[in-house]
């Protein structure tokens, strides 16, 4: 023990423990005895014991020693004395080292010298002065008391960690989560702002100041939507930012536009020199410096606005308070997004509503104006057609008169059909823009609804039956009068037999009515195609249409079960359908039963009439339009009156012809054309095909499925078809009939209602060779039918005769070889007579090999036709005069037309048989010519199997023809020569051996 004691009584030298680290070498090299402490070696032992505890821990700890509290440090403390406090610290009174928060420690440290009471503080604010400005710090520590020798307090012991970090980040943190939460429930940019200045200014402490400016104009100002920490409208807060004008960097204003063009945040410092001091002084000082940040969302190049955020006067702007403005700005700036993003598409809302209010009131009134002259349209037939039936039924007509009135009447049935039709649909849009507009006021009153129904479904009962569908109507007696509006009720009826007509082909179609409770269901079902789940959700939307539906016709305004929900929620009441594809529809209509849920001063109650609102025609228009679905009936060949429209139309144009002395040409076209017409709409299709009738061969189908089948089974010259049509449109017939080699090359007109440039661009790039937009006219569709027809015409003869080029080609090539393997010049002769007349195509081919001037011994070969079998056996010698001595003369082919032929002077130099050799009708010839240039005779074709005249590319190929059997007739008359002198040579050989065998024998006897 006395060894230890004395160790410890030794000052502090460098092999004690507690000289380890720096602050032991710098304990050693003050002279303590200037302190209040005296010398090292005056030390009391307690003291000298915590010293070594101290230097020797690695925990940040500090020793408070004697009255006047000098300070004795470990290694681990000295980061918190900062850049200008160490090394002086050391050995240094309290109060000198730490005045700026004496205040605070200092009544802390008496305390405990005092009381010997120890004392504890977490997260202790202290703005310390440790690095040449004041500084924001936070420690947590403890201060206890040491006893010294006597027993009383001789200092005091701290344990110390700095959480100036940790305080900070939870306060950021807490900013940025109160940022987002409460600028979430923002609406505008506006509020967005005016919101997030709010939660800044509860963390003056790291954000003593912020402007938020939003830019606006396209960019060209700044506008002030939020302050805090200074006033608005001050120099350094102004409203507005001209942000067109580049300020200079030291002038008096904040360099907004930099930050704005460049999207990268700007650090401004020397505030006091920039602005008046005062206006830049906060809660926590004068602020020195600020940061410019861009308001926008990833991916923005153009920033919504601008923060300016001013720094804290008690803070460095390290990396992490940087990263804190970073994230603040980036927080606002989504907020605006999606605030402005809400805006836009409120606005847009707003637009589109407002777009559909003025789309209202157009349908409403342009209804009106359509009704009008629909008006004056129906009027005048309804009278003519009164007029017909009068005369009609009298007996004095003579049968031309009465065919002549059924013509007229069936013109008009059809402008009254399709008069009633429009009518229809006018009415149709009218209620629609006054229920939207509120404007439609149903009048219900007690209807006995299981009979009224059953007489509206009774009407379509023709219509189903012919089209040969079991038709079921069950509608039982109720048992109470139900409310509601008659007119919307036949509507709604009409409205689902309809459709159920239109998409049902075979089965059944029910019509039932029954009472469920406290309300009647109308419930219609049908046994037809069906529609797709994922289209049910849609099926009440205006203008939705199931595209690829297989329908009876693919008219119509896809308005007629919106009108329905319409009518039936104008009832209190809902529809509901229900559907499997290819097993049918049904659709539920249900209403209450009583007055209650409807309105009490629209309920009739035997009082005066009230002025109806809506628009009905009655079940007339949907019977007329079911009925023109229907398939048509072929006519009887038999009967003269089937069509009597086209008769009376042939022999109108024949009367109008005779009658200006003039007869009309029939082309090859008009006489043979097939044109295949496709439109589901019965009325345009029986035009269409009267129309065309008069010219060509139609035949007309009512969908494109049946336009391919009949392409398919006879190729039409042209299509002529509608686009709107079920099973297949015009559009994917044609991309049908262009994919399939047998109809590729057909030309194609499509008939649309969609008129302007883009609908006509779509036709044409989709492959159609035209697109007419209706309404048309007549002469228009026979021009353009008559144009295409001719064009396809050139295109088909361009393309057979490039074939026919390509075959003469080929076998021009067999021809070639076939001679040239040929050593008779007789056989030559005979074989490119034959190849002659089988490659251009002639019923007459003569070739002739002359062995003299005069012709005598000539050598001909003749090949005809079956056309002139009769002249075989004809075998007149040419004399040498005729017109065939021209071409052998001259060395030069000659073409002539049967004209020409006929003119020329020559042209029967044939002998005294001329008058009986067979007929020409036209003639080529060429000359056979031999190497040497002299003539060897001719080639001669005439009438040709199509009875066109000879063509250049005719001449060129007997040109070519003749040449190859020149060369042969030269070749073969060579190799002859060359055979006779081998037989000659043999001969004489003979004949010396035969001599000279005698005199040998002689000699040898």
Known sequence: MDGVSAQENQPLSTSSPASEGEMGALMRSLDWSKTSLDAVEHWPQSLRTSVSICLSSRYPMLIWWGPELVMIYNDAYRPILGSIKHPAAMGQRGSECWPEIWNIIGPMLEGVMTTGTATWSTNQLLPLERNGYPEECYFTFSYSPIRDETGGVGGVFTAVTETTGQVLGERRLRTLHDLTERTAEASTAAETCSIAVEVLAENAADIPFALLYLLENNGKQAHLAGNHGLGANTPVSPLVVDMTVEEQIDAATWPLEQVAFSGQAKLIEQLTERFDPLLVQTAYGTAQSALILPLSHPGQYTPFGLLVAGISPLRALDDDYKNFFELVAGQIGNTIAKARALQEARERAEALAELDRAKTSFFSNVSHEFRTPLTLLLGPVEEALDEEKIVSSSETASPGEVARRRRQRERLEVVRRNSLRLLKLVNTLLDFSRIEAGRLQAVYESTDLASFTADLASTFRSALEQAQLHFVVDCRPLSEPVYVDRDMWEKIVLNLLSNAFKFTFEGQITVSLHENGTSVELIVSDTGTGIPEE??????????????????????????????????????????????????????????????????????????????????????????????????????????????????????????????????????????????????????????????????????????????????????????????????????????????????????????????????????????????????????????????????????????????????LQKLAQAALAINSILSSEEILWLITEQARTIIGTHQSITSRKTDETWAQAVHAISLSEKYAYWRDYDVRPDGSGIYALVCNTNTPLRMTQEELERHPAWRGFGHEAANHPPIRGWLAAPLIGRNGRNLGIIQLSDKYDGSEFSAEDESILVQLSQMASVAIENALLYQQAQDALRGRDELLSMVSHDLKNPVGTVKG
């Open 535 to 808: 289209e049910v959700s849609h099926l009440f939307e205006r203008f939705h249409r199931i595209r690829g539906a297989r329908a009876r016709t693919h008219e119509g305004s896809g308005i007629g079960l919106a009108l329905v929900q319409e009518l039936v929620r104008l009832h209190g009441g809902t529809v509901q359908v229900a559907s499997a594809v290819d097993q049918g529809t049904t659709f539920t209509v249900a209403i209450p039963s009583g007055t209650a849920h409807l309105p009490q001063e629209r309920i009739r109650a035997g009082g005066p009439e009230w002025t109806e609102t809506y628009s009905s025609l009655g079940t007339t228009p949907y019977i007329e339009e079911a009925l023109r679905w229907l398939p048509e009936v072929p006519a009887k060949p038999t009967d003269a009156l089937v069509n009597p429209i086209q008769r009376i139309d042939q022999d109108s144009a024949q009367q109008s012809i005779a009658a200006k002395g003039k007869k009309e040409p029939k082309t090859k076209i008009s006489e043979t054309a097939h044109i295949l017409l496709a439109d589901d709409n019965t009325d345009m299709r029986d035009y269409l095909k009267r129309l065309l009738s008069t010219r060509y061969s139609v035949d007309a189908v009512t969908n494109g499925a049946a336009a391919l089948g009949a392409a398919f089974e006879r190729t039409p010259d042209l299509v002529l078809s509608d686009i709107m049509m079920p099973e297949l449109d015009g559009f994917q017939l044609l991309h049908a009939l262009r994919a399939d080699p047998r109809t590729s090359t057909v030309p194609v007109i499509l008939l649309s209602a969609r008129a302007g440039e883009e609908a006509a661009i779509e036709g044409l790039k989709a492959g159609a060779d035209d697109y007419l937009v209706k309404p048309f006219s007549g002469r228009e569709l026979l021009a353009r039918v008559s144009a295409h027809l001719e064009m396809a015409r050139a295109r088909e003869k361009t393309a057979r005769q490039e074939r026919q080029h390509a075959e003469r």
